[in-house]
């Protein structure tokens, strides 16, 4: 009877999951920190909705990864993003739901123009398969990025970017 309560259990929390993000209005990605415009001034946060970022000008990186074959990726310029907050930091930090982090400095987003993946080979990105959102860079274009190093940039499952 317990194996079967946690099964039942689990199988609604994963749904309860995919109904938020399946949600336009949900958030869907938390950015605060060094940052001038909030939208959730009581916590001093900016948070978007999946109907927000899609308004963003949306961009496209073909590219393979360690884990993907050749790929193309779509979402908003991390930068895009950051403007739109009046991000005013030299680094984000990049939170997952696993609360893995990672630091990334401005300059290197800027310079290989990543995005804030929400979109893979026109398939919405889901919990169970990157998502909802992946940062990602043109790898494939540069072969500096092709190391273990710059792997761990390539951060999936974000939930929160924090400018420092």
Known sequence: MFRYSRLLVGTVLMLAATLAIADPQ?????????????NDAKSSEYR???EQLLKL???????KTT????????GPEITEILNTV??????????????YEVTIPLDDIAKYRAIMAHSMNGKRL?????????????????????TVKSDAKLVWQIKRLVVR
Request: charged share 20%; hydrophobic share 35%; net charge positive.
């Open 57 to 63: 000008k949306q961009h496209s990186i073909v590219t």
């Open 48 to 50: 978007f909705t999946e």
């Open 26 to 38: 949900a958030t869907i990605l938390v950015v605060q920190g060094k940052i001038r415009v909030f």
């Open 86 to 99: 009046g991000a005013h930091g030299t680094k984000v930090d990049a939170i997952t739901y696993d609360d």
């Open 126 to 146: 889901e919990r169970r398969n990157y998502g909802p959102l992946w940062i990602m860079y043109p790898v494939s274009k540069y072969p500096e990025l092709q």
């Open 67 to 74: 884990w993907t074959p050749t790929s193309t990726f779509s």
